[in-house]
T-cell receptor, first 115, second 108 residues
Framework: DTEVTQTPKHLVMGMTNKKSLKCEQHMGHRAMYWYKQKAKKPPELMFVYSYEKLSINESVPSRFSPECPNSSLLNLHLHALQPEDSALYLC??????????????FGPGTRLTVT | AQRVTQPEKLLSVFKGAPVELKCNYSYSGSPELFWYVQYSRQRLQLLLRHISRESIKGFTADLNKGETSFHLKKPFAQEEDSAMYYCALSRNTGKLIFGQGTTLQVKP
């Protein structure tokens, strides 16, 4: 299995809701990533996990809370979001970088709309 | 500071014409550079990385350290090449730094 899967594909939530995005990979990758992508813009890195530990937090607001319950799963918990948080949220995975630089494999994304 | 610059937002060519998508970078160490492509309604996927020196779908890219460039080239564009192309630089922390992207439009 050489794919990164993400659920749900689409999500509409109100500003007071709590929801979660899910990402899964079975390629044995030990690095996983969350990105935010606005229309016609490049992905912006949010979080990086290495061996299930948070390695990079790009000063993301606390209304976004990542979780890596095991080496195959990555979640992004959402609470009290703002309309400007509406975007495509991408998950990616790769081999861990201490063994060299490796390609990141991207999921199809979750299209999030905050109303 | 590490930065990737793609000077063209849009590149429009006719089918069969040569294509060159420009990418310049600034990085103090030895760069690892990639081209990623995003076709309409498809996921972002790797097209090329500089260390592999492969040709994928007819595209090639050469790292020029003197000019700090990693331009993507194809001698004869096809309509199916129409997509958004991102040049990206990897740091050894796992972080990918993307350029702003160039939309390639290949007209029939």
């Amino acid at each position: 299995d050489t794919e990164v899967t993400q659920t749900p594909k689409h999500l509409v939530m109100g500003m007071t809701n709590k929801k979660s995005l899910k990402c899964e990979q079975h390629m044995g990758h030990r690095a996983m990533y969350w990105y935010k992508q606005k229309a016609k813009k490049p992905p912006e890195l949010m979080f990086v996990y290495s061996y299930e530990k948070l390695s990079i937090n790009e000063s993301v607001p606390s209304r976004f809370s990542p979780e890596c319950p095991n080496s195959s799963l990555l979640n992004l918990h959402l609470h009290a979001l703002q309309p400007e948080d509406s975007a495509l949220y991408l998950c990616a995975s790769s081999q861990e970088w201490t063994s060299g630089v490796h390609e990141q494999y991207f999921g199809p994304g979750t299209r999030l709309t905050v109303t | 500071a590490q930065r990737v610059t793609q000077p063209e937002k849009l590149l429009s060519v006719f089918k069969g014409a040569p294509v060159e998508l420009k990418c310049n970078y600034s990085y103090s160490g030895s760069p690892e550079l990639f081209w990623y492509v995003q076709y309409s309604r498809q996921r972002l996927q790797l097209l090329l990385r500089h260390i592999s020196r492969e040709s994928i779908k007819g595209f090639t890219a050469d790292l020029n350290k003197g000019e700090t460039s990693f331009h993507l080239k194809k001698p004869f564009a096809q309509e199916e090449d129409s997509a958004m192309y991102y040049c990206a630089l990897s740091r050894n922390t796992g972080k990918l730094i993307f350029g702003q992207g160039t939309t390639l439009q290949v007209k029939p």
